[in-house]
């Protein structure tokens, strides 16, 4: 058995979206390195319910990686400080005994909080409604290679769609921007034949679609590649400037 | 599909001017060091040089117009971006740390706004400095033209000319080598091996560039404007 660590907790609390919110603070001395973040803001949440609190609300669903439920800001790095791992995947054995983690919720006007750790995101909903599909009747579920795709493509749109839409991309973007997420979207559909068709459609609605929703401009940061759980490149956002041009000007 | 005016109020857009406006900017610089070097040349060179430029006549006009849009044109969009930051969050982290990695994030990058404003601030004095500076007059081949030349060395001899000039040019230093990588990026490229290529090409042309522009103020200056590389 390893020894329980000691770790002092710094969280913000917000009662709703128009609240103020503020920071609370706990040390939890039972925290284990085989517990994941998440298993560690539970262990508090029963603490504070025992205390008769409110727990911390914040967001999850699968806890292994896929769904990109979680996106908690921690000591100011989205999805704490290991690359490509959401943080429902982070585990306590990455922190020392006695150590200070302060949590936040990803903070972006787009993104407003519903409550404590948890945001709407539902701004990268309509990003998706505005073109983020495809159309066209493909009828049911086809022989895999009977549409000849090269595999430098597929491979290609296959690492855009890993994207699961968890927003730490907009969380670290120090302009808050969507690019990278619109971009990796923008890419898996553009890098496949059934996305061909409302390729330069698609791209503008999107790119639209962002700057409707309050998010940043890019200024070429990469600080989303960086953070991004699944390592997406910021070539997607290259991808969509290039598809943008070609709409422009076909 | 969308109408150019769409397209340069579109983020990707935006993103796509800052880059194009940025690069001719570079051009620009490029050509004004190559010009510069000409005072280290024969003792009329500099002259020549200026000359040529202003009997271009109308022509200079043009070119200084197109020059001044781009510049414009890239600061509107540089503060707009930068203001846009505001509204996009409008309540920042109470603790904020870049993930390293593959990220671009450094002192040149997160300071673009700070290097470029001071830059412009720089460009207005610069010209009031040189281009409505003292009138001083020579002849060239029998005629008369302005003597560019004195005025330079002239005012290259003092403290705080130098200095500020000296402070300005690195700091400009720092725009480019986040700005050269940067633009190319802006423009479509992919992040692997070539955009690594570009950064250290970005540091380089950066430092090198500047170190050009850096090197007359200071010559001058420790020389007394009396170095073997003046003729006279
Ligand atoms: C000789 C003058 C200048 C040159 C050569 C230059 C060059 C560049 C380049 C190459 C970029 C990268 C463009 C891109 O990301 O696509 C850039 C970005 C930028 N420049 Fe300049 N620039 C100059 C003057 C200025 C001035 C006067 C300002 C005034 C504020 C400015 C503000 C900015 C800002 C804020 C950015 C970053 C834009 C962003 O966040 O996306 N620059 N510059
Ligand atoms: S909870 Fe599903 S990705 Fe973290």
Not at chain 1, 34 to 57: A, I, R, T, W, Y
Request: net charge negative; charged share 20%; proline share 3%.
């Amino acid at each position: 058995m390893s020894k329980d660590m000691t770790i002092h907790l710094k969280y913000w609390k917000q009662a709703g979206p128009d609240a103020q919110g503020y920071f609370e603070e706990k040390t939890l001395n039972t925290v284990n390195e085989h517990m994941s973040f998440l298993e560690m803001l539970d262990v508090l949440n029963e603490e504070l319910q025992l205390e008769g609190k409110d727990p911390v609300e914040f967001d999850y669903d699968c806890r292994e990686g896929i769904c990109g439920s979680c996106n908690l800001v921690i000591n100011g790095q989205a999805h704490g400080p290991k690359e490509k791992v959401a943080c429902c995947q982070l585990h306590m054995r990455n922190y020392k005994d006695g150590d200070h983690i302060t949590i936040e919720p990803p903070k972006a006007g787009a993104f407003p909080i519903i409550k404590d750790l948890v945001v709407d995101r539902s701004a990268f909903d309509r990003i998706i409604e505005a073109g983020g599909y495809v159309s066209v009747k493909t009828g049911s579920a086809q022989e895999a290679n009977s549409i000849p795709i090269e595999k430098e493509h597929s491979d290609l749109a296959f690492d855009y769609a890993t994207c699961i839409g968890c927003g730490a991309c907009v969380a670290a973007c120090p302009n808050a921007s969507a690019s990278l997420f619109t971009g990796a979207k923008i890419a898996h559909l553009g890098k496949l034949p059934q996305g061909e068709l409302e390729r330069s459609k698609r791209v503008v609605a999107m790119v639209d679609q962002m700057k409707e929703e309050g998010f940043g401009d890019c200024s070429n940061f990469a600080e989303c590649e960086a953070v991004c759980p699944v390592g997406i490149s910021i070539s997607a956002i290259a991808e969509m400037r290039k598809d943008y041009v070609k709409a422009v000007f076909s | 599909m969308p109408s150019i005016k769409q397209a340069l109020s579109s983020q990707v857009g935006r993103k796509i001017m800052t880059g194009i406006t940025g690069i001719g900017l570079m051009f620009f610089l490029i050509g004004h060091l190559a010009g510069n070097l000409s005072i280290f040349g024969t003792a009329d060179a500099f002259n020549i040089y200026t000359k040529t430029l202003m009997d271009l006549g109308p022509l200079l006009y043009v070119i200084e117009a197109g020059l001044a849009f781009f510049f414009l044109y890239h600061t509107v969009l540089g503060v707009s971006i930068w203001l846009g930051r505001r509204k996009a969050r409008p309540e920042g982290y109470n603790t904020y740390k870049s993930k390293g990695g593959p990220s671009h994030q450094n002192l040149a990058s997160r300071s673009m706004i700070i290097s470029g404003s001071i830059i412009f601030i720089f460009l207005v004095l610069h010209i009031i400095h040189f281009k409505f500076g003292a009138d001083y007059t020579t002849m060239i081949d029998g005629e008369q033209a302005r003597d560019l030349r004195r005025l330079v060395l002239e005012e290259f001899q003092k403290t705080w000319v130098v200095i500020g000039y000296v402070f300005v040019l690195l700091l400009a230093v720092l725009h480019l080598a986040h700005g050269f990588w940067s633009a190319f990026t802006s423009l479509g490229m992919k992040h692997g091996e070539t955009s690594k290529k570009i950064q250290v090409t970005a540091y380089a042309f950066s430092i090198i560039l500047m170190l050009g522009f850096i090197f007359i103020p200071l010559y001058i200056y420790f020389t007394g404007g009396e170095g073997s590389l003046i003729s006279y």
